[in-house]
């Protein structure tokens, strides 16, 4: 039955039902943890005996761990709740709502989402940086327009990924700060009379309680950009493991062959973590459209927010833990890194900047290069190791400098 079926006579029709029915089994052991702290409240009021305070504490624990009792008649993961406390779960919804309880439960999610996608950020941006190490001192072309510009190391265009990633970090936190406030106490949208203390950290405002679902905008926009991320990543992987480029070799353990062409190695961990970056960015945008114009406090179509918040999840862990191990398997073709670096036109920059250093403006410099590149004159003294280590960061120790930076900022996030 119904938590509402006091009210409502005729038996609802299984389409209605149908589409009535929330696809949130994955709130549980979250919605478990607010009404436990619920109860907590409703003992504090004196409304739940300490045997009953105790009853339900330890169901609910029981009950956290067990999403198959959940039934097709229960219409949502509160409703299953209550009916699975029993007789103490006729007293549990005093003085709360579902409308403050989901938000509770949700918040509660996305902070253990968060928390989940900063591990395993770190744990990709930390193979990541043995790779960069491994690679500091291995040169190769940098791009712009993806056209070869100047020299730099695999190590430096590795941080870069890094960086990405770091940020990526950050936003996370975020997302789980703005989800850190409680809207319990809120009841349906005003509160309730029956003078239950406020929860650690209530939010002050009852209406926004249980209307805010920025906290999951939030995550969904920090998962985007991770997609974003690592679907930039994931194609300079497919591009630099073509025959064409040939800087990467891909690992088989994260490989894939073809049904029909024997000779295949397909690297679909990265296409597909492309991929997921267009879901990634529709799961934000069909959020941002549900809540769009919504009157304040709760509407129903709030229960939309459950399946991308749900599904976002998914595509983080999976994404994540797909590229670590690509990564931490991907080998440099070294042989083929060194003829791609061996273009002298790489130093076109460096020898205008050597003119510079000899009092000519730099426009001028620039233009007796280009001319000396256009009618093949151009030569350079200078290697592509001379030229990265005159620039710093692009070299072997500026590389490792940024390694040693970035273990501390990854190590510290544990
Ligand atoms: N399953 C609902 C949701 O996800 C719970 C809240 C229902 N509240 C209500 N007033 N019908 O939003």
């Known amino acids: ?66 999403p198959s ?56 941006a930390l193979v ?55 809207p319990l106490g809120a009841g349906a949208l005003a509160g309730s009379t029956l003078g239950l203390d406020p929860p650690v950290g209530q939010m002050r405002n009852s209406i926004d309680a249980v209307a805010d679902r920025d906290f999951a905008l939030d995550y969904l926009y920090a998962a985007a950009m991770l997609a974003q991320h690592l679907s930039r990543i994931g194609e300079e992987v497919v591009l630099w493991s073509t025959s064409e480029f040939g800087f990467l070799r891909l690992p088989e353990n994260a490989s894939t062959g073809s049904s029909m062409m024997p000779q295949k190695l397909n690297p679909d961990v990265a296409e597909l973590v492309r991929g997921k970056a267009g879901t990634a960015l529709g799961r934000l945008a069909g959020l941002l459209a549900v809540l769009k114009g919504l009157p304040l406090a709760y509407d129903r179509d709030l229960q939309e927010d459950k399946a991308p918040v749900f599904d976002a999840r998914r595509d983080v862990r999976s994404s994540l833990r797909g590229m670590t191990v690509l990564v931490s398997g991907l080998a440099a073709n070294r042989e083929r890194l060194a003829v791609a670096v061996s273009d002298p036109l790489l130093l076109a920059t460096d020898v205008a900047e050597d003119l510079v250093r000899g009092g000519i403006p730099f426009r001028d410099a620039h233009e007796q290069v280009a001319a000396s590149v256009r009618d093949g004159s151009f030569s350079s003294g200078a290697t592509a190791a001379d030229s990265v280590a005159a620039r710093g960061a692009p070299g072997p120790g500026g590389v490792r400098d940024a390694i040693t930076a970035a273990r501390r900022r990854f190590g510290a996030a544990r």
């Open 128 to 182: 990541t940086l043995s790779f960069a190490e491994a690679e500091a001192d291995t040169l190769m072309p940098g791009y712009t327009h993806l056209q070869r510009g100047q020299p730099v190391t695999l190590g430096h265009h590795l941080l870069a990924w890094v960086e990405m990633l770091d940020r990526d970090r950050t936003r996370f936190a975020a997302a789980s700060d703005a989800a850190a406030a409680s």
């Open 1 to 66: 039955m119904p938590l509402w079926s006091g009210r409502v006579g005729a038996a609802l029709d299984p389409a209605v039902w149908e589409l009535l029915r929330a696809n949130d089994a994955e709130l549980l052991p979250y919605d478990c943890e607010a009404t436990a702290e619920h109860a907590a409240r409703l003992h504090g009021a004196g409304l739940l005996e300490a045997g009953e305070l105790a009853d339900a504490e330890e169901r609910l624990a029981e009950i956290a761990q067990d």
């Open 69 to 124: 009792a959940i039934l097709a008649d229960d219409e949502d993961v509160h409703s299953a709740i209550e009916r699975l406390l029993g007789p103490v779960g006729r007293k549990i919804h005093a003085g709360r709502s579902r409308n403050d309880q989901v938000a509770a439960a949700l918040r509660l999610y996305v902070r253990d989402a968060c928390a989940e996608a900063r591990e395993e950020i770190d744990a990709l």
